[in-house]
């Protein structure tokens, strides 16, 4: 499956065990790469429409936690446990996500995924690959018809959102 979204700049492909997307962000890549490991950046973007962090901590080192809660609208909690396993500041990340409690027990809610995030330079942009793989052709199937690629695509919009207000001025960087 590949998908492409002209207004959203998004691309998607899907493989027997993984699934990849790929977004351009017209800022820098210093600027991209922070917004994914700071949670004071974190927390205002990364949710899908509607969801809110009230909670993101960030162990950004190998072997370091990143543990957050997603609120819904409904105030349920979603809580996410990911495991980073390899940062090369402003290149690459590479971590192990799963859903989890509050207290960073991982639940069976959503198979486990081995996240690599790559940024880089593009004409004074940023170009994001993220490459989602799975240990099964089940366990991608079935975190794809949960809707993690729509989740993905509002999630990364209101990143370029973030970003075009801070590029702009009109969004503090702190």
Same mark, same amino acid.
């Given at each position: 499956?590949?998908?492409?979204?002209?207004?959203?700049?998004?691309?998607?492909?899907?493989?027997?065990?993984?699934?990849?997307?790929?977004?351009?962000?017209?800022?820098?890549?210093?600027?991209?790469?922070?917004?994914?490991?700071?949670?004071?950046?974190?927390?205002?973007?990364?949710?899908?429409?509607?969801?809110?962090?009230?909670?993101?901590?960030?162990?950004?080192?190998?072997?370091?936690?990143?543990?957050?809660?997603?609120?819904?609208?409904?105030?349920?909690?979603?809580?996410?446990?990911?495991?980073?396993? $390899?940062?090369?500041?402003?290149?690459? &990340? %590479?971590?192990?996500?799963?859903? +989890?409690? !509050?207290?960073?027990?991982?639940? *069976?809610?959503?198979?486990?995924?081995?996240?690599?995030?790559?940024?880089?330079?593009? $004409?004074?942009?940023?170009?994001?690959? &993220? %490459?989602?793989?799975?240990?099964? +052709?089940? !366990?991608?199937?079935?975190?794809? *018809?949960?809707?993690?690629?729509?989740?993905?695509?509002?999630?990364?919009?209101?990143?370029?959102?973030?970003?075009?207000?801070?590029?702009?001025?009109?969004?503090?960087?702190?």
């Amino acid at each position: 499956m590949t998908q492409n979204s002209p207004a959203s700049s998004l691309t998607t492909k899907a493989g027997e065990r993984e699934f990849s997307v790929e977004r351009m962000f017209n800022a820098p890549r210093e600027l991209v790469f922070q917004a994914f490991t700071q949670p004071e950046h974190l927390s205002r973007w990364w949710a899908p429409g509607g969801y809110t962090i009230p909670v993101c901590n960030i162990d950004l080192r190998p072997g370091g936690v990143w543990h957050y809660s997603m609120r819904s609208p409904q105030g349920d909690e979603h809580w996410v446990k990911a495991i980073y396993r $390899e940062i090369v500041a402003p290149e690459r &990340i %590479v971590y192990t996500c799963t859903f +989890a409690d !509050e207290h960073a027990n991982p639940t *069976d809610d959503i198979p486990e995924q081995l996240a690599t995030m790559t940024f880089a330079e593009y $004409e004074g942009r940023t170009k994001l690959n &993220i %490459v989602f793989q799975f240990k099964t +052709a089940k !366990e991608l199937k079935e975190t794809l *018809d949960m809707g993690m690629i729509a989740g993905l695509t509002e999630t990364l919009n209101s990143l370029d959102g973030l970003l075009a207000g801070i590029s702009a001025g009109n969004v503090p960087l702190d």
